[in-house]
């Protein structure tokens, strides 16, 4: 009796919008949207060949340096271009910084995409960062404001006075949109054309600002399940260390920044298939953590 009682004095206490119909059977409450956690909407476009290769580009385009093939056009070079410029000059990395970066939502707030391309062409360069894999690697971190004030103190208020993180249940991640995409050079414009099914293995995950804590939350085999029709939720690892700090951070109503990365490898005979120029990833996810209401309710008292 004395829990049903707590769960129902929690319906006004932790998020009016919600409502008692946010209970779940377990006394658990979701926040979410209704909390006005920002939902995570963009179109991360990737760099193109000239912004990535920089003075590499320059330095093997010249002479009898050009790898065969380069097209006159930097828009319609593919990963296998990238990949003999890099080789030319002797490189396993490339890396580039985009500083702003644009939101479909004008609450999400993102900056900081980092990209980087491995060149894993040859078996006997490269070994560390390839580990056997032939063809092409490619990663996107891009930052993104999870709590601003506003709605770290809102989440603060709605946890009453609660210090324990273990009130946090779930921190999970519903997605409705995400597509890895290139646009065609000759193709109409705008037109967008998947090329997931490309790929040998994609991951998605989140981290602590500045990286060190990855934790993969959404992995290639389901990508193709997601759609604004069929949405799917994905629980975070509650023992990730990344979970933890997270916890901790909300407990505390403290401003958040989170890192979303992508990690794709694009098989040796599949780079000819992949432009950089025009390609990126449609994302769509609202963020959610999943509160004991029993645990809510009990500080409060």
Aim: glycine share 8%; proline share 5%.
């Amino acid at each position: 009796m004395r829990k049903i009682l707590l769960i129902s004095a929690t319906c006004g206490l932790i998020v009016a919008a919600q409502g008692c119909s946010a209970l779940e059977a377990a006394g658990e409450i979701t926040l979410g949207a209704e909390t006005k956690i920002p939902k995570f909407s963009t179109d991360i476009k990737w760099p193109g060949v000239d912004q990535l290769l920089g003075n590499a580009l320059t330095s093997a385009t010249g002479g009898d340096k050009a790898p065969p093939g380069l097209p006159k056009s930097l828009g319609s070079a593919t990963l296998a271009h990238v990949q003999g410029i890099m080789t030319i000059d002797g490189q396993c990395e490339r890396a580039v910084m985009v500083p702003a970066v644009a939101s479909k939502a004008a609450d999400s707030l993102i900056k900081n995409l980092q990209f980087n391309v491995t060149n894993c062409g040859d078996p006997n360069r490269c070994i560390e960062q390839c580990q056997g894999f032939r063809g092409m690697k490619m990663e996107a971190r891009v930052q993104f404001q999870l709590l601003n004030e506003k709605n770290a103190k809102q989440i603060k208020e709605n946890l009453s006075k609660q210090t324990d993180p273990a009130a946090i249940v779930q921190i999970r991640a519903q997605f409705t949109q995400l597509d890895y995409y290139e646009q065609k050079p000759n193709g109409k414009p705008g037109e967008k054309v998947s090329i997931t099914k490309l790929f040998s293995n994609s991951e998605m995950g989140l981290s602590s600002s500045g990286g060190g804590d990855d934790t993969v939350i959404v992995e290639q085999r389901f990508i193709g399940k997601i759609s604004k029709t069929t949405p799917q939720r994905f629980e975070i690892d509650q023992n990730a260390p990344f979970t933890k700090k997270t916890k901790q951070a909300v407990i505390n109503g403290e401003t958040l920044w989170i890192e979303i990365f992508q990690r794709l490898s694009i098989p040796q005979q599949n780079l000819y298939a992949i432009t950089l120029g025009g390609g990126g990833v449609d994302l769509e996810l609202q963020p959610e953590f999943v509160v004991s209401a029993v645990k809510v309710a009990k500080s409060a008292l």
